[in-house]
């Protein structure tokens, strides 16, 4: 069985930070892109930041919205990234979802998983 367990997130004024991690846990063979998406109320899901599996810490893409204030970073030797977030602004409350592409065994295919979410609220 495969969990991505996340933790952080929470309460934080505007201007201020907080740190999310995410851990890919289970059996996994072969673990790809990780990164987080985010959905705020009303609003559809969408993309904070990736990070792919490069040998060279990866190839990080972030949501326009994002950049500048937010540095995805992944650790492989431990299955998990942190999302840093700093010049945190109202806009940025949401449900934040980890997410990771991953291989069970060698003989299964690819696959999305999803953690469970945590929420982010941003007060001004």
């Known amino acids: 069985q495969v969990q991505l367990v996340e933790s952080g997130g929470g309460l934080a004024q505007a201007g201020g930070s907080l740190r999310l991690s995410c851990l890919a846990s289970?059996?996994?063979?072969?673990?790809?892109?990780m990164g987080w998406f985010r959905q705020a109320p009303g609003k559809q899901l969408e993309l904070v930041a990736i990070?792919?599996?490069?040998?060279?810490?990866?190839?990080?893409v972030y949501a326009d919205s994002v950049k500048g204030r937010f540095t995805l970073a992944r650790d492989n030797a431990k299955n998990t990234v942190h999302l840093q977030m700093n010049s945190l602004i109202v806009e940025d409350t949401a449900v934040y979802y980890c997410?990771?592409?991953?291989?069970?065994?060698?003989?299964?295919?690819?696959?999305?998983?999803w953690g469970q979410g945590t929420q982010v609220t941003v007060s001004s």
């Open positions: 289970g059996s996994i063979f072969s673990l790809g892109t």
């Open positions: 997410n990771a592409v991953l291989q069970r065994t060698r003989w299964t295919a690819s696959a999305t998983y």
């Open positions: 990070i792919t599996s490069g040998g060279s810490g990866g190839t990080t």
